[in-house]
T-cell receptor, first 113, second 115 residues
């Protein structure tokens, strides 16, 4: 079935460095790719998303790139800060079927001051 | 504006007991969802309701039932709880019936332990 692979599962960076999280998906019909940030004890919150007709999208320190041919998309966080520490999830829409996102297993990002 | 509100926040059940998780959204969204989150498994869709009056199975529906009571409320019921249902449950909602371009808003989660 449809699958989203996310790497790495844990990532530790020094404050000010960049962080990159990568996801690959299997459903060629997927056309919507959101990224969520989940802080401890909270629900996931959308931080950025990208659609299949766009290759890159940026919002301040975060950016997402999409390569539909290779079926992968990445989250880039620049100038990381301690408050960026959280679990990040990528997701891909289940093409052709409304009402379903397939989530990656998450990346725990730790930003050391 | 509370967004997505789910209750209870924490619950301990004995195997075989039943319970209902309640969820309400005040954003006038059409679609609502129930996910479960387990360590190392990410978020998995249990059931969803594309619009008032409809419900559909997600990836892991076994052992659960849902009711879309009205546009605001979507409940999840465990008829006979099992230890495998120990998890964190998230209710969510989105504005339209399609995922393309939708933003899904999540509740704060309900921690359920079945002993």
């Amino acid at each position: 079935g449809e699958n989203v692979e996310q790497h790495p599962s844990t990532l530790s960076v020094q404050e000010g460095d960049s962080a990159v999280i990568k996801c690959t998906y299997s459903d060629s019909a997927s056309n919507y790719f959101p990224w969520y940030k989940q802080e401890l004890g909270k629900g996931p919150q959308l931080i950025i998303d990208i659609r299949s007709n766009v290759g890159e999208k940026k919002d301040q320190r975060i950016a997402v790139t999409l390569n539909k041919t290779a079926k992968h998309f990445s989250l880039h966080i620049t100038e990381t800060q301690p408050e960026d520490s959280a679990v990040y999830f990528c997701a891909a829409s289940k093409g052709g079927s409304q009402g379903n996102l397939i989530f990656g297993k998450g990346t725990k990002l730790s930003v050391k001051p | 504006n509370a967004g997505v509100t789910q209750t209870p926040k924490f619950q301990v059940l004995k195997t075989g007991q039943s319970m209902t998780l309640q969820c309400a959204q005040d954003m006038n969204h059409n679609s609502m969802y129930w996910y479960r989150q387990d360590p190392g498994m990410g978020l998995r869709l249990i059931y969803y309701s594309a619009s008032e009056g409809t419900t559909d199975k997600g990836e892991v529906p076994n052992g659960y039932n849902v009711s879309r009571l009205n546009k605001r409320e979507f409940s999840l019921r465990l008829e006979s709880a099992a230890p495998s249902q120990t998890s964190v449950y998230f209710c969510a909602s989105s504005p339209t019936t399609g995922f393309s371009g939708n933003t899904i808003y999540f509740g704060e989660g309900s921690w359920l332990t079945v002993v």
